[in-house]
């Protein structure tokens, strides 16, 4: 029987139970609820561990209770979100803008924001290089959301943004462990969407001044109706980053394929890779509950190649 354990500002929370956290590769934060009599002052936003025997699976901040009509006898209901959380609520202090200055990395100015929210960022290897070259970039609107600013700026850059259970933010250009074969797999569910393909996918770039030819880039699926194409105008970066641009949009296509899986007392984590029916496929999100002891986890599988830029 697998031990789920749940610490609130570092003390062990002796009774709780409905426990899910809901998470996928690129997102900037996961979900997290659970129940207990405890009342916590959720205006302070308590620190929430979350250890499954042993292992850290949640590290985030509670945000809302449900407090229930006879709170001797019902529990109250918690929701968290991981550390990265606050970037999805907070715009940036006026004295942070202009956001860009000139010669100014993509990595500097995400990490300018993250040091400002408390947020630590790791940088994989593989998308150094990319991070550590100055960036023609828009400036945003002082309304525009922190998560967005990020967002926005690894897309661009065909760069994968993700986070882990610790709460880091993370940016790579390739997820997954080696792939395992995994034959035991029952109750799968199969969705296909190829109105998300296209036969090319082209980005146009910025016209530099003085300049009348507008550099294009695009990439391609040979085997869809040549007339599916799909085009999308370039809004930051110089001509380096057209073809990356593009690249991305077709790598994003392969979300729309997924295969589905429902596990019982075990457990994924985002970022495994297994060989499914022959097919290398990488856990992309998980629906995991956990109550009176019992587990169940809803495992979406997508082709590995999504995520290796």
Do not use: W
């Not at 229930?68 to 609520?89: A, H, M, Q, V």
């Not at 392969?254 to 985002?270: G, P, Q, R, S």
């Amino acid at each position: 029987m697998p031990k789920l354990e749940i610490k609130v500002n570092g003390e062990k929370l002796e009774y709780f139970n409905n426990v899910s956290l809901s998470t996928q590769i690129d997102a900037i934060s996961s979900s997290f609820r659970f129940n207990t009599f405890l009342d916590i002052q959720t205006y302070e936003f308590a620190k929430i561990e979350a250890l499954r025997d042993n292992v850290l699976i949640f590290t985030g901040k509670i945000f809302g209770k449900t407090k229930p009509d006879e709170p001797i006898s019902k529990p109250f209901n918690y929701k968290c979100y991981s550390l990265t959380g606050i970037l999805e609520d907070s715009t940036l202090p006026l004295e942070m803008y202009p956001i860009q200055t000139q010669n100014k990395t993509i990595k500097e100015i995400i990490q300018s924001i993250c040091d400002y929210f408390e947020i630590t960022l790791k940088v994989d290897s593989s998308a150094d290089s990319d991070l550590s070259k100055s960036y023609e970039f828009q400036d945003q609107s002082p309304d525009a959301i922190a998560a967005d600013i990020i967002n926005n700026l690894c897309s661009q850059n065909n760069l994968i943004l993700t986070h882990n259970a610790k709460g880091e933010l993370i940016i790579t250009k390739t997820i997954g462990t080696d792939a395992t074969l995994n034959s035991n797999i029952t109750g799968s569910n199969k969705s296909y969407n190829y109105r998300k393909f296209y036969r090319k996918y082209v980005i146009l770039g910025q016209q530099s001044i003085g300049n009348d030819t507008t550099k294009q880039a695009e990439s391609s699926f040979n085997v869809i109706d040549e007339k599916r194409n799909i085009t999308k105008i370039q809004m930051d970066g110089d001509s380096d980053i057209t073809k990356k641009q593009a690249d991305a949009l077709k790598y994003d296509s392969y979300k729309a394929n997924t295969y589905t899986i429902e596990l019982h007392d075990d457990f994924i984590n985002v970022g495994e890779k297994l060989i499914i029916n022959n097919v290398k496929s990488i856990c992309n999100a998980i629906t995991y509950n956990y109550k009176a002891g019992s587990e169940r986890c809803s495992v979406s599988f997508l082709n590995y190649k999504v995520y290796q830029r």
